[in-house]
């Protein structure tokens, strides 16, 4: 049976890993100063929204690492439960270690497995594991890959930054974090210089021509080929989002296979349409649910609008938005910590320009703007303000239409646990 070349999911290397040249140019770079005797002079920081290909770059890292560089590579998931130097012995006791270090033939793996143990009863401070691991990688360089590094709780991420600072001095050893941007806020108040000398790699969406490939080089090879214009409104419907580009593949591999047919054409994109919106509609559906459980909806709208028919608005005006300049207050931590939550919900994304933002998972805001249709514009308007500033709700009467009294106080309560305000506790006012 043929089998779909294209993995629209989490995590499954696509049958092109198409336009991340720049990335993995950078960290190729960096990969060859791991033989030098100055070694690599930063971590790595790989960051972007969901479903935007942080876990399958990783992937290739993993692979690039041995094969070129003969690296032992440990790849990990941050922890609750688990203190740092046991999840590193533990993994360093999965096969994929044991395998790289037979190749050791000195060390076996009994007595590696030996050592580890031992290693554990032994280091209770943060040093031996530094030693350690300096150790193990002057035997074989070492590169430790943290997927999901914004999961990272504090005590265990302060560590893992401190022993990667320690080893990297004294051998080649190179730590690599991925994660969303929400790592950002995880990481700089556990070490903030380290933010700003780390090696930020930000991965937004594809190239048109990059998203062009990833549909059909596969679809090529496969003996199918695509008409130019049927191609074009496919990359156009794709957004060049990584999943929706692999789900689009997908589905017209299915069709095509379906058909018995190896040229996908124009009817042929139309009837599968329905299956993509379907499929697209699933995933925009709990990313609103996520916006709703934290009473996001009104001001996730009111920036959905300021980016109407826009690629691209400026800071300040995102700020301003936030704000909601109709309530006439602007407390500023509210509003840099609504954006910073927006942020983690992936709403709004930021790359390297730094000064501007851009929607995080595309056309979500279209869906936003439709979903939200049935918030009365006034109610609306006075949500968004009193989610901004609980305390002066009260002056907002006015805005709040017709609604019941009773529903106000609800609706304030809400408000108030959702974000976990102290009805009693003085905001301090801004501009
Ligand atoms: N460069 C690429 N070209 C084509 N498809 C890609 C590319 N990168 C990722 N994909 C596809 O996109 C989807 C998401 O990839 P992946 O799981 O790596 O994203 P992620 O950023 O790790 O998401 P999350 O934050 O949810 O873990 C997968 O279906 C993957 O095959
Ligand atoms: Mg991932």
């Given at each position: 049976?043929?089998?779909?070349?294209?993995?629209?999911?989490?995590?499954?290397?696509?049958?092109?890993?198409?336009?991340?040249?720049?990335?993995?140019?950078?960290?190729?770079?960096?990969?060859?100063?791991?033989?030098?005797?100055?070694?690599?002079?930063?971590?790595?920081?790989?960051?972007?929204?969901?479903?935007?290909?942080?876990?399958?770059?990783?992937?290739?890292?993993?692979?690039?690492?041995?094969?070129?560089?003969?690296?032992?590579?440990?790849?990990?998931?941050?922890?609750?439960?688990?203190?740092?130097?046991?999840?590193?012995?533990?993994?360093?006791?999965?096969?994929?270690?044991?395998?790289?270090?037979?190749?050791?033939?000195?060390?076996?793996?009994?007595?590696?497995?030996?050592?580890?143990?031992?290693?554990?009863?032994?280091?209770?401070?943060?040093?031996?594991?530094?030693?350690?691991?300096?150790?193990?990688?002057?035997?074989?360089?070492?590169?430790?890959?943290?997927?999901?590094?914004?999961?990272?709780?504090?005590?265990?991420?302060?560590?893992?930054?401190?022993?990667?600072?320690?080893?990297?001095?004294?051998?080649?050893?190179?730590?690599?974090?991925?994660?969303?941007?929400?790592?950002?806020?995880?990481?700089?108040?556990?070490?903030?210089?380290?933010?700003?000398?780390?090696?930020?790699?930000?991965?937004?969406?594809?190239?048109?021509?990059?998203?062009?490939?990833?549909?059909?080089?596969?679809?090529?090879?496969e003996g199918i080929s695509?008409?130019?214009?049927?191609?074009?409104?496919?990359?156009?419907?794709?957004?060049?989002?990584?999943?929706?580009?692999?789900?689009?593949?997908?589905?017209?591999?299915?069709?095509a296979?379906?058909?018995k047919c190896d040229q996908i054409?124009?009817?042929?994109?139309?009837?599968?349409?329905?299956?993509?919106?379907?499929?697209?509609?699933?995933?925009?559906?709990?990313?609103?649910?996520?916006?709703?459980?934290?009473?996001?909806?009104?001001?996730?709208?009111?920036?959905?609008?300021?980016?109407?028919?826009?690629?691209?608005?400026?800071?300040?005006?995102?700020?301003?938005?936030?704000?909601?300049?109709?309530?006439?207050?602007?407390?500023?931590?509210?509003?840099?910590?609504?954006?910073?939550?927006?942020?983690?919900?992936?709403?709004?994304?930021?790359?390297?320009?730094?000064?501007?933002?851009?929607?995080?998972?595309?056309?979500?805001?279209?869906?936003?703007?439709?979903?939200?249709?049935?918030?009365?514009?006034?109610?609306?308007?006075?949500?968004?303000?009193?989610?901004?500033?609980?305390?002066?709700?009260?002056?907002?009467?006015?805005?709040?239409?017709?609604?019941?009294?009773?529903?106000?106080?609800?609706?304030?309560?809400?408000?108030?646990?959702?974000?976990?305000?102290?009805?009693?506790?003085?905001?301090?006012?801004?501009?």
């Amino acid at each position: 049976m043929d089998i779909n070349p294209f993995q629209p999911g989490s995590g499954q290397m696509p049958p092109l890993l198409a336009g991340r040249d720049a990335a993995q140019n950078d960290i190729k770079k960096l990969l060859v100063k791991l033989d030098l005797p100055s070694g690599v002079p930063s971590d790595v920081l790989l960051y972007g929204p969901r479903g935007i290909g942080k876990t399958v770059l990783l992937q290739w890292l993993e692979e690039y690492c041995i094969e070129e560089h003969k690296c032992r590579v440990l790849p990990i998931v941050p922890s609750d439960t688990m203190a740092l130097k046991d999840q590193l012995m533990e993994a360093l006791d999965t096969p994929q270690a044991q395998v790289t270090t037979e190749r050791s033939s000195s060390l076996g793996i009994s007595l590696l497995k030996a050592l580890v143990k031992r290693t554990v009863v032994q280091s209770s401070q943060a040093r031996s594991l530094v030693s350690f691991l300096i150790d193990l990688a002057n035997k074989k360089p070492l590169v430790l890959l943290v997927d999901e590094a914004h999961t990272m709780p504090a005590k265990w991420g302060r560590e893992l930054l401190n022993v990667s600072q320690d080893v990297r001095k004294k051998a080649p050893f190179l730590l690599v974090l991925a994660g969303t941007p929400g790592l950002r806020d995880c990481l700089l108040p556990m070490k903030a210089t380290f933010w700003i000398r780390t090696n930020k790699i930000p991965m937004g969406r594809l190239t048109e021509s990059a998203a062009t490939d990833a549909i059909s080089t596969p679809l090529h090879n496969e003996g199918i080929s695509i008409d130019p214009d049927v191609l074009t409104q496919v990359v156009t419907a794709s957004q060049c989002y990584p999943y929706f580009i692999q789900l689009w593949g997908s589905i017209l591999w299915d069709a095509a296979k379906e058909a018995k047919c190896d040229q996908i054409d124009q009817a042929l994109l139309d009837k599968t349409r329905g299956a993509f919106d379907y499929k697209k509609g699933m995933l925009y559906q709990e990313y609103y649910e996520e916006l709703k459980q934290q009473h996001m909806v009104p001001v996730a709208l009111s920036i959905a609008q300021a980016f109407e028919g826009r690629e691209a608005i400026s800071d300040i005006e995102l700020h301003d938005t936030v704000a909601g300049k109709h309530v006439g207050v602007n407390p500023p931590d509210i509003v840099l910590e609504t954006v910073r939550e927006l942020r983690k919900l992936d709403y709004i994304w930021q790359g390297s320009e730094g000064s501007v933002w851009h929607p995080g998972i595309p056309s979500l805001m279209t869906y936003v703007q439709t979903e939200a249709q049935n918030l009365e514009p006034d109610n609306s308007s006075a949500l968004a303000g009193a989610w901004m500033h609980p305390q002066g709700a009260l002056a907002l009467k006015g805005a709040w239409g017709d609604l019941d009294d009773q529903v106000v106080d609800n609706l304030m309560d809400e408000i108030y646990e959702a974000r976990r305000i102290d009805k009693g506790r003085p905001v301090e006012m801004g501009n």
